[in-house]
């Protein structure tokens, strides 16, 4: 066989494997691109999260009364609750003057790591309709979720908390659900058995009061 048809066959199969990685690269580079976005904002019928930067918000809310209307918990009220180990993951979701967040028959969802905010658009437009409060709790948070969760708390676009703890379990079985895996929040999928519910939450930095 002539030599000059081996080099053309050989340069053309080594074309066609670069050409092949390259598309290759590229669709991994769309879906990654696309997985990196911001929601879209149109799919987010019922619930939008605020876009003002963390100043305009905070600036915002200095002044204002986050309480909504709701009297503070006294000692000897929390006294009759399950206290928990775990406290608000940020003081943005602070609702009174003695910096305890206060939410009232909440929905609760439990999970172990909670780093990507667009697993929660499902939940947020489930307790958006059902016009209730939200707690998050976790062992693990974003930086991301916690602030965008915490500035639509100041903004009063959201009722509710993120809280941290390591007793996830124990959480849980306080509020009569499983803990949410990972692979369900990806899927948007929230079977009862993972909606915990309670008739008032109260969290402080370092603990939780569960009536």
């Not at 976790?138 to 991301?144: G, P």
């Not at 676009?157 to 509020?175: F, H, I, M």
Request: with cysteine; hydrophobic share 40%; net charge negative.
């Amino acid at each position: 066989m002539d030599w000059r048809v081996v080099v053309v066959a050989g340069v053309c199969t080594l074309a066609a494997v670069l050409l092949a990685y390259y598309r290759d690269q590229t669709r991994a580079k769309q879906r990654k691109d696309i997985l990196a976005a911001p929601p879209d904002r149109q799919e987010l019928s019922q619930w939008q999260p605020t876009y003002l930067s963390e100043d305009e918000v905070r600036t915002g809310a200095r002044h204002q009364d986050r309480s909504h209307g709701r009297e503070d918990v006294s000692l000897d009220q929390l006294k009759l609750a399950k206290k928990l180990p775990g406290g608000w993951a940020s003081e943005d979701f602070i609702t009174h003057d003695s910096r305890r967040a206060i939410a009232d028959s909440p929905l609760v969802i439990i999970t172990e790591r909670m780093m990507d905010f667009r697993l929660l658009i499902p939940i947020l437009e489930l307790v958006h309709n059902q016009d209730s409060a939200l707690v998050v709790v976790a062992r693990e948070f974003s930086e991301e979720v916690v602030t965008t969760l915490g500035l639509n708390a100041l903004t009063g676009k959201l009722s509710g908390l993120c809280v941290r703890t390591d007793e996830t379990e124990l959480y849980a079985e306080t509020v009569g659900c499983s803990v949410a895996l990972e692979e369900y929040l990806q899927a948007g999928w929230l079977p009862e058995t993972v909606q915990g519910s309670c008739e008032m939450w109260v969290s402080d930095h370092s603990s939780s009061w569960i009536w």
